[in-house]
């Protein structure tokens, strides 16, 4: 089976501009999360999606990242505008049940860079 | 606060000597325990996983680890590494209540020279 996909790998933009990060889960998985690393910190909970609804969307940031899943399948993360401190690695990760006892299947990560 | 601590930004081993990367924890209710490794320019891949059961959970690739619940502990090890274990390391758990969503800790950079 295909795995966990997104696009762009690296993406670099100023300050200010806009930014769109795109997630193809597994197929067949309704649980689909966002995280980030900052600065080679941990890792970070974004949200989680069940299918197109946000489940959980409390480590996001502030108002300037909007994250959506319409139809339930991929995902988008846009950040407008960007700032600096923005700038990370992204990570997308899916999985069939969101019990939390199926490991999540992850992309291989955007990452961001603001200049 | 739920939290995963990894003690070692960077662990150096010689190849064919046993390594450990040490991870702590602090969770509400049972712990679900992970370990995830992650290979240069590549996502998360799992290792392992502790539900429930035998506190010696193995893994992937020859890893094991072992779940310690009066120190809450849940160190990685490897009785002989390889220089292709060469790689980043995750530690994390799951949150009490709270689906999947997975508290990580900073990541030890793990080095295995010939």
């Known amino acids: 089976e295909a795995g966990v996909t997104q696009f762009p790998s690296h993406s670099v933009i100023e300050k200010g501009q806009t930014v769109t990060l795109r997630c193809d889960p597994i197929s067949g998985h309704d649980n689909l999360y966002w995280y980030r690393r900052v600065m080679g910190k941990e890792i970070k909970f974004l949200l989680h999606?069940?299918?197109?609804?946000?489940?959980?969307e409390s480590g996001m940031p502030n108002n300037r990242f909007l994250a959506e899943r319409t139809g339930g399948t991929y995902s988008t993360l846009k950040v407008q505008p960007a700032e600096l401190e923005d700038s990370g690695v992204y990570f997308c990760?899916?999985?069939?049940?969101?019990?939390?006892?199926?490991?999540?299947?992850f992309g291989n990560g955007t990452r961001l860079t603001v200049t | 606060a739920q939290s995963v601590a990894q003690p070692e930004d960077q662990v150096n081993v010689a190849e064919g000597n046993p390594l450990t990367v040490k991870c702590t924890y602090s969770?509400?209710?049972?712990?679900?325990l992970f370990w995830y490794v992650q290979y240069p320019n590549r996502g998360l891949q799992f290792l392992l996983k502790?539900?429930?059961?035998?506190?010696l959970v193995k893994g992937s690739y020859g890893f094991e680890a072992e779940f310690n619940k009066s120190q809450t502990s849940f160190h990685l090890k490897k009785p002989s590494a390889l220089v292709s274990d060469s790689a980043l390391y995750f530690c994390?758990?799951?949150?009490?209540?709270?689906?999947?969503?997975?508290?990580f800790g900073q990541g030890t950079e793990l080095s295995v020279k010939p």
């Open positions: 969770v509400s209710g049972n712990p679900y």
């Open positions: 994390a758990v799951k949150i009490y209540n709270q689906g999947g969503k997975l508290i």
């Open positions: 502790y539900i429930t059961g035998d506190n």
């Open positions: 990760a899916s999985s069939q049940d969101g019990t939390g006892t199926s490991p999540l299947h």
């Open positions: 999606f069940v299918k197109e609804s946000k489940q959980d």
